[in-house]
């Protein structure tokens, strides 16, 4: 099924359910979807943005809320962390499950095997091929200094 589906039936299920994060959060995605839509439609992509489009913006809806956390825990203010939190797990049921470090750095040696990989000149090179195999799985910035790591040393 497609993500925008899914998307889609998780806010009337949340509705009917009278679930009201979910159905805030899920109301917050599609309204991003649609924007992203109306950006891709001069590109000539009149149907909207792909799956690995929406898991894109799903993984940076997710680190915005995080980078909030962080903020909202330096003013002192539960009540917005909660609700932060919150919204990552309603967004997060939309994403395929994270890899852990070891899958991340096993799928970075792969990568830099497969792609020669020698010095940081590379670095590009590598985490565009991470980003066309595993977009949604794994988060990009721990993988970019892993990545740096491996090619620095």
Do not use: H, W
Not at 95 to 111: T, V
Not at 132 to 151: N, P, S
């Amino acid at each position: 099924m497609p993500l925008r589906t899914q998307i889609t039936d998780a806010m009337k299920n949340a509705l009917r359910a009278k679930d009201e994060r979910t159905l805030a959060t899920t109301r917050m995605i599609i309204a991003k979807m649609r924007d992203l839509d109306i950006a891709a439609r001069p590109k000539g992509n009149a149907e909207g943005i792909g799956d690995d489009e929406i898991m894109a913006m799903l993984q940076g809806m997710i680190k915005q809320r995080r980078e909030s956390i962080a903020l909202y825990e330096k003013g002192n203010r539960a009540d917005l962390v909660q609700q932060e939190s919150e919204e990552i797990a309603v967004i997060e049921r939309f994403l395929p499950q994270q890899m852990d470090e070891a899958a991340i750095s096993a799928a970075i040696d792969k990568i830099i095997a497969a792609t020669a990989a020698s010095s940081i000149k590379d670095m590009g090179k590598v985490m565009g091929e991470l980003k066309k195999a595993y977009t949604g799985q794994m988060d990009f910035a721990k993988a970019g200094a892993l990545v740096k790591g491996r090619l620095a040393g």
